[in-house]
């Protein structure tokens, strides 16, 4: 089972590597044999998201974005029932949706911590949404602000905190008003695979835009999805298959 970690056990842990010229990795794990195996690989960090069992079942990430499911409770029981007991000492956090008018967050929060999430990132978000359609969000009262509250309870409960941003307004807001432990700022769509974005932007377009938000959040690391757990086994599942059918034997 996952050891649970106080933020600042937390913090020492990832301040540890940087000091040692390492850099802090953070990669989504959809089941608990992906989270067994990146743990083995030296992580730094595990984050469970809804995003992670779609892409596990075939499908794109942006399907944790649609009215499909339950985030929240996808990710408790992910959690709870094939994460956590797969991983033993790399620290675990929950992606959690901020915007959830159904539940008591701040009891949801402790529920969380219980099992064992040692800290907590606000994803789903409303972040990713811009136009009408965010601006219609915000003036309705179901906007990033409540992402931002869910981050600082859940610093009051002694979570580390991962902030979500995708743009240079929402990047300065959390940075003020959240004070999240570690910042990420989200550079677009992964490209390549069965599932991703052919249209996304080149790694050197993604490094500028990334390079511009650093200089408001001066945090460092890589976090990593459909990269971890999708493209690392597509191709070594189809080419295993195929070995195995390649296989011939005498006619009869």
């Known amino acids: 089972m996952a050891k649970r970690y106080s933020r600042k056990e937390f913090v020492v842990r990832l301040r540890s590597e940087i000091e040692r010229g390492r850099p802090l990795v953070m ?8 989270a067994k195996f990146i743990e083995r690989g030296g992580v730094d960090i595990i984050g ?5 069992y779609f892409r596990m079942q075939g499908y794109g990430s942006l399907a944790g974005m649609l009215p499909m499911a339950d985030a929240n409770e996808m990710v408790f029981q992910m959690g709870k029932r094939e994460i ?35 800290g907590v ?19 309705t009262g179901l906007g990033y602000q409540m992402e931002i509250d869910m981050l600082n309870t859940a610093r009051e409960l002694d979570m580390l905190t991962i902030g979500y941003a995708f743009n240079q307004q929402d990047t300065e807001l959390l940075m003020t ?12 769509i992964t490209r390549g695979g ?17 390079q511009l938000h650093f200089e408001i959040a001066k945090k460092i690391g890589v976090q990593l999805g459909s990269s971890i ?7 070594p599942l189809e080419e295993r298959s195929a070995a195995f059918k390649d296989v011939h034997f005498p006619k009869r």
């Open 121 to 139: 990132h606000n994803f789903p978000t409303v972040a990713w949404f811009d136009g009408e359609f965010r601006n219609t969000l915000e003036k």
């Open 48 to 52: 469970v998201y809804n995003t992670g």
């Open 177 to 188: 008003s959240a004070l999240p432990d570690i910042f990420i700022f989200h550079a677009g």
């Open 194 to 210: 069965s599932t991703g974005y052919e249209e996304g932007g080149s790694l050197a377009e993604m490094a500028e835009r990334t």
């Open 27 to 34: 990669t989504g794990a959809g089941n608990g044999i992906a």
């Open 84 to 118: 956590l007991p797969q991983v033993n000492e790399v620290p675990v956090v929950a992606g959690l949706n901020g915007v959830d008018v159904l539940r008591d967050m701040r009891l949801f929060l402790e529920e969380c911590r219980y099992i064992g999430f040692s």
């Open 229 to 235: 757990e999708r493209m690392a086994i597509e191709k």
